[in-house]
């Protein structure tokens, strides 16, 4: 026998409904309780860019609270007399390589612990996580005389490889949890129709991903941008290095330069601000689907 559940008494905007019935005392909290710690938090946060701002625009010499008059020679002091302009390329070469490799590795990797079984795969993922745990300059030494060793010491491509491989255990692990949220009878609708299982992948799997690999490949590449300590050791010629040592460049034991160091901060900022603001949605879209197991 079907019975028809009559609907629920609707509630006004005035009485939202809570459990029980009943109203808590934060219900109605005034406003200004949470506009004024949301004030101080934003000039807490907002205070350190203006700072910056403030240094890279004001001439040097001022002490001027406000960027007037302003001027950019501190910007074309770092791009032409401090080489920024060659970092900037570098940082990008690794930041745009990093990414790139890791996405594609990790696609692959994330698929494999996602679809097949196999034995000792739950002693593999506990093995990825635990990577995350040992800091880079644990192996720097084994690292260096590796790369010494295949003669790539000083070369853009040891960073990017170094960089690779610590991106590679978390981002295999999060494609994975995004590949499980894309149900398996997909693919398998699609090896009926006559696809094997690459044609597959790449027409049913890889566009429901899209969310997940922007999630993943941006974070490769601003970690990879913001890295200092590999490039640090890994190369050694200026015209390789990247953006992070160069702004350790601006600093020596006798003075420095905080216009050219604020302006080579914004620099190195302007990127990856550019990168999460167009790619915000499909974050947050990313990191929600692949915290919920499908």
């Known amino acids: 026998m079907i019975t028809e559940i009559a609907p629920a008494p609707e509630r006004t905007a005035a009485e939202p409904a809570r459990p029980g019935g009943k109203r808590r005392a934060w219900d109605e909290v005034p406003r200004w309780q949470i506009y004024v710690p949301l004030t101080l938090y934003l000039l807490f946060t907002l205070i350190p860019f203006y700072w910056i701002l403030l240094f890279a625009l004001r001439p040097a010499g001022s002490t001027s609270l406000v960027p007037w008059p302003m001027t950019f020679e501190h910007f074309e002091k770092v791009w032409t007399e401090r080489s920024f302009g060659t970092y900037f390329t570098n940082s990008l070469y690794v930041g745009l390589a990093t990414l790139v490799l890791t996405t594609v590795v990790a696609l692959a990797g994330g698929y494999a612990l996602a679809r097949f079984d196999f034995r000792l795969k739950r002693g593999f993922m506990l093995a990825l996580l635990c990577s995350q745990f040992v800091p880079g300059a644990l192996l720097l030494v084994p690292l260096f005389q ?149």
């Open 146 to 294: 590796i790369f010494a060793n295949l003669r790539m010491i000083n070369s853009l491509g040891s960073v990017v490889i170094a960089e690779t491989v610590f991106q590679l255990p978390l981002s295999m692990i999060l494609i994975s949890g995004f590949i499980r949220n894309v149900p398996y009878s997909l693919e398998e609708a699609a090896w009926v129709d006559g696809c094997n299982r690459l044609t597959g992948f790449r027409i049913v799997v890889l566009p429901l991903l899209r969310p997940g690999l922007i999630a993943v490949g941006s974070f490769a590449f601003v970690h990879a941008w913001n890295h200092f300590l590999f490039a640090l050791m890994f190369l050694s010629d200026q015209g390789k290095q990247t953006i992070p040592v160069g702004l350790n460049t601006l600093m020596s034991a006798d003075s420095v330069d905080l216009g050219a160091l604020a302006a080579g901060g914004i620099i190195a900022a302007v990127p990856v601000v550019i990168v999460f603001a167009f790619i915000q949605k499909w974050l947050i879209t990313g990191f929600s689907a692949g915290a919920v197991k499908g």
